[in-house]
Nanobody, 124 residues
């Protein structure tokens, strides 16, 4: 079982950038696809992005495409989410998740392992 710990959230102004990090307790290369989801009060977890363990292909939600970028450093067992041009609507609790699927669907049920979340707040 893999444990995930996110960091890097904070309070920023609109237009700023943040980089979220997700450190895994074990090797995730060749084993887990890594995803980022976000959640706001009263809403379900929304898919943001993922990166495949098989070929490092990436996918993004339309709402973040062109602004966010996911990457992984296998040597450090760390996945990153670079967030640029942040908007107030990006405000949410951001979760890192791991899936055994090589190309998991964009639903939280495809990810059995989750971190505790890191808060991102973007002021206007």
């Amino acid at each position: 079982q893999v444990q995930l710990v996110e960091s890097g959230g904070g309070l920023v102004q609109a237009g700023a950038s943040l980089r979220l990090s997700c450190v895994a307790s074990q090797r995730t290369r060749s084993s887990y696809s890594m995803g980022w989801f976000r959640q706001t009060p009263g809403k379900g977890r929304e898919f943001v992005s993922h990166i495949s363990w098989k070929d490092s292909s990436t996918e993004y939600a339309d709402s973040v495409k062109g602004r966010f970028s996911i990457s992984r450093d296998n040597a450090k067992n760390t996945t990153y989410l670079q967030m640029n041009s942040l908007k107030p609507e990006d405000t949410a609790l951001y979760y890192c998740a791991a899936s055994l699927l090589s190309n998991p669907p964009r639903v939280h049920g495809a990810y059995p392992y989750w971190g505790q979340g890191t808060q991102v707040t973007v002021s206007s």
